[in-house]
């Protein structure tokens, strides 16, 4: 029974494709987070939902859009894709305000061709 | 401008005896440090944390130092096992200033040699 969790697990696709990374927390949290962790290996924050509002955006691209249709759910849409958007991506839930409670999903491998 | 470094990408320590992983930070804003272990095509699960009031925290086998002048925290595990190879990423947050995230690391490899 998965806390959080990510679908797909891998996906590589074309360049100006357009994708979408799904997640399911199924935890209670309030909160949830998108993570990037890129060539370099470190996880950086990119989004933050608190009970289906937008708290956090890090300079992120608009190319990335996050949707969460409510507080368990928080799925990114990437447009265009390019190159560069190859990385791991990590989705994570936290009860409100509380970085140390936070879960991660598995991760979504994302191979931009 | 990372704000969170861990400088060894690796370390490799013999079974039974202690691994030390380092960390710096640069913010001062920082108030709550934590580490996650990582294995491959999982994600990070928290292993332990500390507050900026405390200088040491222990769980088990698992001791987290903090010197806040120097803003490095380390992370000791004694003894170390083969189970506790894996990436170690150390994590810090400014949970007064209520930035709800954590900025991270890029890890370190830890292997355990039988």
């Known amino acids: 029974d998965t806390a959080v969790s990510q679908t797909p697990k891998y996906l590589v696709t074309q360049m100006g494709n357009d994708k979408s990374i799904k997640c399911e927390q199924n935890?209670?949290?309030?909160?949830m987070y998108w993570y990037k962790q890129d060539s370099k290996k470190f996880l950086k924050i990119m989004f933050s939902?608190?009970?289906?509002?937008?708290?956090i955006n890090e300079t992120v691209p608009n190319r990335f859009s996050p949707k969460s249709p409510d507080k368990a759910h928080l799925n990114l849409h990437i447009n265009s894709l390019e190159l560069g958007d190859s990385a791991v991506y990590f989705c994570?839930?936290?009860?409100?305000?509380?970085?140390?409670?936070?879960?991660f999903g598995s991760g979504t491998r994302l191979t931009v061709v | 401008d990372q704000q969170v470094k861990q400088n060894s990408p690796s370390l490799s320590v013999q079974e039974g005896r202690i691994s030390i992983l380092n960390c710096d930070y640069t913010?001062?804003?920082?108030?709550?440090f934590l580490w996650y272990k990582k294995y491959p095509a999982e994600g990070p699960t928290f292993l332990i944390s500390?507050?900026?009031?405390?200088d040491k925290n222990e769980d088990g086998r698992f001791t987290v130092f903090l010197n806040k002048s120097a803003k490095h925290l380390s992370l000791h595990i004694v003894p170390s096992q083969p189970g506790d190879s894996a990436v170690y990423f150390c994590?810090?947050?400014?949970?007064?200033?209520?930035?709800?995230?954590?900025?991270f690391g890029q890890g370190t490899r830890l292997t355990i040699n039988p």
């Open positions: 939902y608190n009970n289906k509002e937008l708290i």
């Open positions: 913010n001062s804003m920082f108030d709550y």
């Open positions: 935890l209670g949290h309030d909160t």
């Open positions: 994570a839930s936290s009860p409100r305000g509380i970085a140390y409670g936070y879960t």
């Open positions: 500390i507050s900026s009031i405390k």
């Open positions: 994590a810090a947050s400014a949970e007064k200033s209520g930035a709800q995230k954590l900025v």
